[in-house]
């Protein structure tokens, strides 16, 4: 008698055919409005009050470099993707586990920025502002860095091939849109002050 021959599962959709891709837009659109009506309200006092508004011109000491650090960990994810894609395992969680850890830096940066600022959530209007916005975000980091360790797991115990990885696709869909998200905080916080 002999043994049924092995039959892999079928491939799932991928790419932009998934339900998980499609969720993910839509998470992001919904997420991107709520971050425009946070700087739209920066944007409403400026024009109201002026550069009296804000208390300080904001430091770029930690703020420019970790910046910097945010960007770089997009490019790790993108590279582990693509690895994904090539079948390349090994680029694959190598990329996912640099774009965690700085993402992880980033987060670390972020608290140490968060402590040397002299005003609070509660001082002024612009203090509400900055932190409610950079909090968001880095709630929104928080999440990312969930979902690329997860995808890291995943990748380490072989489960992505180069015909399935939607979920690590989906994962760095989301990362990117953190990464984005962070270069408009930066440019309106941090950079709109020294432009007069």
Not at 16 to 21: R, S
Not at 101 to 119: N, T
Not at 126 to 155: D, E, I, K, R
Request: glycine share 8%; aromatic share 18%; proline share 4%.
């Amino acid at each position: 008698m002999h043994d049924a021959p092995l039959m892999r599962l079928p491939v799932g959709s991928v790419g932009h055919k998934t339900f998980g891709w499609w969720g993910m837009t839509t998470v992001v659109m919904t997420e991107g409005s709520l971050f425009a009506y946070l700087l739209f309200i920066y944007y409403y006092f400026v024009v109201q009050y002026g550069r009296v508004w804000i208390p300080e011109t904001p430091s770029l000491r930690l703020a420019a470099p970790n910046t910097v650090i945010l960007l770089l960990s997009s490019v790790f994810v993108w590279w582990g993707e693509n690895s994904a894609a090539r079948g390349r395992t090994r680029r694959q969680s190598l990329g996912l586990a640099i774009g965690l850890l700085l993402g992880l830096i980033f987060l670390v940066v972020q608290a140490f920025e968060w402590r040397d600022k002299p005003f609070t959530m509660s001082s002024t209007s612009y203090g509400s502002s900055y932190f409610v916005t950079t909090g968001f975000h880095m709630a929104h980091v928080a999440v990312g860095a969930l979902m690329l360790a997860c995808v890291l797991l995943w990748s380490l115990l072989g489960y992505f091939d180069r015909e399935r990885h939607a979920a690590l696709s989906i994962a760095a869909l989301y990362w990117h849109f953190v990464d984005l998200v962070w270069l408009t905080i930066f440019f309106t916080f941090y950079l709109t002050p020294y432009m007069g």
